[in-house]
């Protein structure tokens, strides 16, 4: 089945420098790579997706790029911020009516 | 527009007992899912939900765990009888799929499970 592996585990920035979140995926069907957020104590929400069709995206200061012939994806988060401090998981579908893989998380901590 | 909602936001029980897990999806929501996070680690899919049917099961640990998902409209999740390494959080969520594209998952704020 579909595995998404994601690395680092944990990473600690200085604030306004970039963080990057690498994922790899094992399914070569997979068409649909979600980022979630989960800060403490509440529910992870999306962030930024992309789909299969395009190699990046970006909205304000995340964006995610895709290399469907390596099977990897990545977060970028530039100029990071002390709210950007949470855990961050991507994620793989294969489409519609197909559950959505999650990596195993990052813990994100933006060091003032 | 309401959200998921899941109840309740924490159980705590005793080893063999039975717990009963609600979620109610965003309505018109076909897509129903529940996963788990266990001691912080991942996301780890248990089952989909589409409308009534279960489209896909594989990641339910075994037959102590029963999900159902009446008329489909919300969904409960039962455990009987619960074992120490059930412990973790539940969440759901549901979405909408887009044409050939799932849809954004829009999660509860999960129901914590501990047992002792």
């Known amino acids: 089945g579909e595995n998404v592996e994601q690395h680092p585990s944990t990473l600690s920035v200085q604030e306004g420098d970039s963080a990057v979140i690498k994922c790899t995926y094992s399914d070569s069907a997979s068409n649909y790579f979600p980022w979630y957020k989960q800060e403490l104590g509440k529910r992870p929400q999306l962030i930024i997706d992309i789909r299969s069709n395009v190699g990046e995206k970006k909205d304000q200061r995340i964006a995610v790029t895709l290399n469907k012939t390596a099977k990897h994806f990545s977060l970028h988060i530039t100029e990071t911020q002390p709210e950007d401090s949470a855990v961050y998981f991507c994620a793989a579908s294969k489409g519609s009516a197909s559950k959505i893989i999650f990596g195993s998380g990052t813990r994100l901590s933006i060091r003032p | 527009e309401a959200g998921v909602t899941q109840f309740p936001s924490h159980s705590v029980i005793e080893k063999g007992q039975t717990v009963t897990l609600r979620c109610d999806p965003i309505?018109?929501?076909?897509?129903l899912y529940w996963y788990r996070r266990v001691m912080g680690k991942e996301i780890k899919f248990l089952l989909h939900?589409?409308?009534?049917?279960?489209?896909?099961e594989s990641g339910m640990p075994n037959n102590r765990f029963l999900a159902e998902r009446t008329g489909g409209t919300y969904s409960t999740l039962k455990v009987q009888p619960a074992e120490l390494e059930d412990s973790g959080v539940y969440f759901c969520?549901?979405?909408?799929?887009?044409?050939?594209?799932?849809?954004?998952?829009?999660f509860g704020e999960g129901s914590r499970l501990t047992v002792l």
């Open positions: 939900f589409v409308k009534e049917s279960k489209q896909d």
């Open positions: 969520a549901s979405s909408q799929d887009w044409g050939l594209y799932t849809g954004e998952l829009f």
């Open positions: 309505s018109g929501h076909d897509n």
